[in-house]
């Protein structure tokens, strides 16, 4: 009998391998499927977690021991090393037991054949702890080279961050993109108090309430959709759209690119304590109905679904616009650790053109005297700061503030929010 959390978190590792999905996604119905709740369900987030972070070192140490190499791996034979792997380089989890269960996992739900080569593979990798491995593994590599090792991080994002925060900050981003985030609850403003959520209060935003344990989708306010998970970055930038001066009226709010809803209720919660009407737009179909279930407690969100870009606004009608654009995620590595192995330098090649278009055609639907928030949740200065320098130039438009916060400093994803004025 396969042992239930590490079948559950295999089942998850081989979606995200198989089908490209979002382990946040898979990981509920995992659980459930194997009946896995309290401390079983947190052993195997974190078994899932830990795997998909610092699956670039278990690869690099997978490599040395395996005669084939990484790459002549049967991916299902591959995605049990690694599970194998961390529970011996990062865990508490006798060799013993690691190796015994990974090795039964891949008799079970791979065949018998592989079984041999895994036990010997397995067996090689406990033989070191995790820093003789690294000291090993960066043994003669440059200092980058060295980093994207020892933190797991692919060397493009290791040198895109380093270029954004400097030499003296990069090595603390590094480790605060390998730790877990803290649950972090929203309460919706007007819909419940905070101090009625449990948890403790956020450090940031005046609506986050900080999880100590259990399934934040038992709060009864989260499934009444009073309340959500939020990462406080997130809650900020909307406060930031919400709070941003405007001269005159204040009654249209748009969010240009809603899905999948967190900042288009919290901006609709405020909005409606304002008496002011917000429009939550998203292209996607699947991603706006999302949007209309993150907005069900709220009376007076219209949700659309438009490309952004060409939706059937008329210039100059709204007096807020939130850009919330799509982006390479690097901010959100440790919330998604697989994006990390998925996103590729030339996926801004695509991005960036439609980041630019989408605040130009933001900064044209606001009147004058009005407020565009443009926000990533990337600190990529191809995404950030050259986005809003080339808009602001090519339009005309004036640069009003721009706020940052960051997983070492600020116990947030990496978020970015610029504010302009049309």
Not at 112 to 118: C, E, L, Y
Not at 144 to 168: I, K, M, N
Not at 372 to 378: D, L, Q, W
Request: glycine share 8%; charged share 25%.
């Amino acid at each position: 009998m396969v042992d239930a959390p590490r079948a559950a978190a295999y089942d998850v590792l081989r979606a995200v391998s198989e089908r490209d999905a979002y382990a946040n996604l898979e990981l509920p119905a995992a659980l459930a499927r194997h009946g896995l709740h309290g401390r079983d369900a947190a052993f195997v987030t974190e078994l899932v977690g830990g795997t998909l972070r610092m699956r670039g070192l278990y690869d690099a140490v997978l490599d040395r021991v395996s005669s084939r190499g990484v790459s002549a791996i049967d991916p299902g034979v591959l995605d049990a090393l690694r599970l194998g792997s961390h529970q011996l380089l990062s865990t508490r989890v006798p060799s013993h037991a690691a190796v015994s269960e990974s090795v039964d996992l891949i008799r079970h739900r791979v065949g018998h054949k592989p079984v041999g080569f895994a036990n010997a593979v397995l067996r090689k990798v406990g033989a070191r702890d995790r820093e003789e491995w690294i000291a090993d593994l960066v043994d003669g590599l440059g200092v980058a080279d060295a980093r994207a090792v020892r933190f797991s991080h692919p060397r493009w994002v290791v040198d895109a961050l380093t270029d954004v925060v400097g030499e003296d900050r990069i090595e603390d981003m590094l480790t605060a993109d390998n730790e877990p985030p803290r649950v972090t609850l929203v309460a919706r403003p007007g819909l419940v108090d905070p101090a009625d959520l449990p948890g403790t209060p956020g450090s940031l935003s005046p609506y986050a309430r900080v999880l100590e344990g259990g399934s934040p989708g038992e709060v009864p306010a989260v499934r009444d959709g009073l309340a959500a998970v939020q990462d406080e970055g997130s809650q900020l930038v909307a406060i930031t759209a919400a709070d941003a001066p405007v001269v005159g009226r204040d009654e249209q709010w748009l969010d240009l690119c809603a899905g999948p809803g967190g900042k288009a209720a919290l901006l609709g919660a405020i909005a409606a304590q304002r008496g002011a009407h917000v429009v939550a737009n998203e292209p996607q179909h699947h991603r706006a109905d999302l949007v209309r279930s993150s907005l069900r407690a709220l009376p007076d969100v219209e949700v659309t679904e438009h490309d952004g870009r060409e939706g059937p606004w008329a210039a100059g009608s709204f007096d807020r616009v939130l850009v919330d654009a799509p982006c390479t995620g690097l901010g959100a590595l440790r919330r998604r650790p697989e994006s990390r192995w998925r996103r590729r330098p030339s996926d801004l090649d695509a991005l960036v053109p439609l980041q630019r278009a989408l605040l130009e055609r933001a900064l044209e639907l606001t009147r004058p005297g009005g407020a565009v928030t443009y926000a990533t949740c990337s600190p990529h200065r191809a995404e950030t700061d050259e986005v809003v320098r080339a808009v602001a130039a090519q339009t005309g438009a004036e640069v009003v503030s721009v706020s940052r916060w960051w997983p070492d400093t600020d116990g947030t994803d990496a978020m970015f929010a610029a504010v302009l004025r049309p």
